[in-house]
Nanobody, 127 residues
Framework: QIQLVESGGGLVQSGGSLRLSCVVS????????IAWFRQAPGKEREGVGS????????LYRDPVKGRFTISRDKAKNTVYLQMNSLKPEDTAVYYC????????????????????WGQGTQVTVSS
């Protein structure tokens, strides 16, 4: 059974840092890419960044480039999202998701490209 479980969210002041974890079970990180998404109140879920299965290559959306870093520990089957220089606009529920092998393959950030999702963890950045 494939499961993704996020943790590490919380309340932080603007300019602060948080590290989110995504523990993955039922698959290995060598075979599936993992992405982080976020959803702010009243907004659509959007991609934040991803880490490729094959070589661990990472990609980020523009709003978080230079501030967020994705890494993985294959021994722990865990993907991390290190968030620095946090801003109030980073406030959202953060999700990790597993890339589907049978998705449309049209875009890295389409929700339909991912078939398993975690339950989400709340990140709140105060000004």
């Amino acid at each position: 059974q494939i499961q993704l479980v996020e943790s590490g969210g919380g309340l932080v002041q603007s300019g602060g840092s948080l590290r989110l974890s995504c523990v993955v079970s039922g698959i290995t990180l060598d075979h599936y890419s993992i992405a982080w998404f976020r959803q702010a109140p009243g907004k659509e879920r959007e991609g934040v960044g991803s880490i490729a299965a094959s070589d661990g290559h990472t990609l980020y959306r523009d709003p978080v480039k230079g501030r967020f870093t994705i890494s993985r520990d294959k021994a722990k089957n865990t993907v991390y999202l290190q968030m620095n220089s946090l801003k109030p606009e980073d406030t959202a529920v953060y999700y990790c998701a597993k890339r589907s092998p049978t998705g449309p393959g049209m875009t890295l950030w389409g929700l339909e490209e991912y078939d398993y999702w975690g339950q989400g963890t709340q990140v709140t950045v105060s000004s």
